[in-house]
Structure formats: C-alpha cells, structure tokens
C-alpha cells in the first residue's frame, strides 16, 4: 500500500521569501512522485515529478523538490515567492505495476503569500 | 492537442436526479481516471480504466457508473443524485510508459452541487 502525508494543512510567507512545503511518503516499492498545484478554481497542473532518475527535480515557476529515500520525505522548496505561486499543492505518490498507476493524494497544503 | 476536456463546468441538480459527466482526451492515452475533490480531501478515486472495454473501481465507487466503449471518451454516470455527491469531478488520463513514468494529465473539472 502507499500513502502521502502533507505535513502542513496552511503554509503563509511573505513575497520575496522561501517557501517550504513538507510532504512524507510510504510505498512498498519504489515510487514515483509528483507535486501539484491548482490555482483557485481551476485543474491540476504538474509542477515536477521525481521518477529515479535524480534526487533532486527541478520543475516550473523556480520550483524544486529533493528526494530523500532514507527519511521518506520529498518537500518542496521555492528561495523566492511570488504573489502567484498563491495556490493549494498536493503531494503525490504513484507505484507502477499491480497498482495500474494509480495516483494517491495528499490532502494538500494551501499556500497563501502575503505582499 | 486539446488535452483532457471536461463538459459541463457547472451543474446543479435536485436529489434523485441522474446526469453524466463527460470526459474526452486527444492524447491517445490508454488509462485515464475520474477522481472527486472534497474540501481539504486530496482528491479520491472514483473509477478507473486501462482501455477500451475495461473498468474498474477506485476507493469510492459508491453511487456512480463509469463505461469506456472507445479510447478517447470516459463518462461519469450519477444515477440518484445524492447531496453527499456534491463535489468538485476530475478526469484524467495517462500513457504508462514504464515501470516508473506515470504523470497523469487532468482536465479542468465539473463543479456538481446537488440540492
């Protein structure tokens, strides 16, 4: 079984300041992972995705994401702010195979950014 | 490429009523997938299919029907409209390409409240 545990529900920084989303992660087998954004009303958008090819993935809009196979964890990380990165993000966790590459979800972290 | 295109955007409808959603994709994915959005939730699956003529449930198939007679289209069938339905309804879809690449494509969504 899998699983994917946001850390953080609320995330708030000023602009002009790193960001650091916390994402925790259980796969029996090796994983692949993702984050994504939705901006209010609207669908998902990729950001990056981590499929072992480097531990470290940078993705869109400055964003970038470390996986770290020994404490779980793949958070995502911005040195920046910007007023639009304002969105909810979800981690996700994905297992090939037998699981016919279902998708598990994170409840999200909603990131606000202040001027 | 069109993407993943969701129809409708909005629906409200009474309890007992029935409706589909629909979902086409123009990628040629052979996967795609209907997931629901609760507030503070991730998003769930609802249903899945792997191809044409092949569906199977997801972790809350309760209360909806999916078919899959062609690639490109995957309907969503409410048949009783219950108010524990109202959500927000993603499809997507994907085209495995190996044991660890498995990025879905999402369309933008059906806003369904049922009164």
């Known amino acids: 079984a899998q699983s994917v545990t946001q850390l953080d529900s609320h995330v708030s920084v000023s602009e002009g300041t790193p960001v650091l989303l916390r994402c925790n992660y259980s796969s029996s087998y090796s994983p692949s992972l993702f984050w994504y954004v939705q901006h209010p009303n609207k669908g998902l958008q990729l950001l990056l995705k981590y499929t072992s090819a480097a531990t470290l993935v940078k993705g869109i809009n400055g964003f970038e994401a470390e996986f770290k196979k020994s404490e779980t964890s793949f958070h995502l990380t911005k040195p920046s702010a910007h007023m639009s990165d304002a969105a909810e993000y979800f981690c996700?966790?994905?297992?090939?195979?037998?699981?016919?590459?279902?998708?598990?979800f994170g409840k999200g972290t909603l990131l606000t950014v202040n001027p | 490429n069109a993407g993943v295109t969701q129809t409708p955007k909005f629906r409200i409808l009474k309890i007992g009523q029935s409706m589909t959603l629909q979902c086409t994709q123009d990628m040629n994915h052979n996967y795609m997938y209907w997931y629901r959005q609760d507030p503070g939730m991730g998003l769930k699956l609802i249903y899945y299919s792997v191809g044409a003529g092949i569906t199977d449930k997801g972790e809350v198939p309760n209360g909806y029907n999916v078919s899959r007679s062609t690639t490109e289209d995957f309907p969503l069938r409410l048949e009783l409209a219950a108010p524990s339905q109202t959500s927000v309804y993603f499809c997507?879809?994907?085209?495995?390409?190996?044991?660890?690449?498995?990025?879905?494509?999402f369309g933008p969504g059906t806003r369904l409240t049922v009164l």
């Open positions: 996700v966790v994905s297992v090939s195979g037998g699981s016919n590459y279902k998708l598990t």
């Open positions: 997507a879809s994907t085209l495995p390409r190996g044991a660890s690449y498995n990025e879905q494509f």
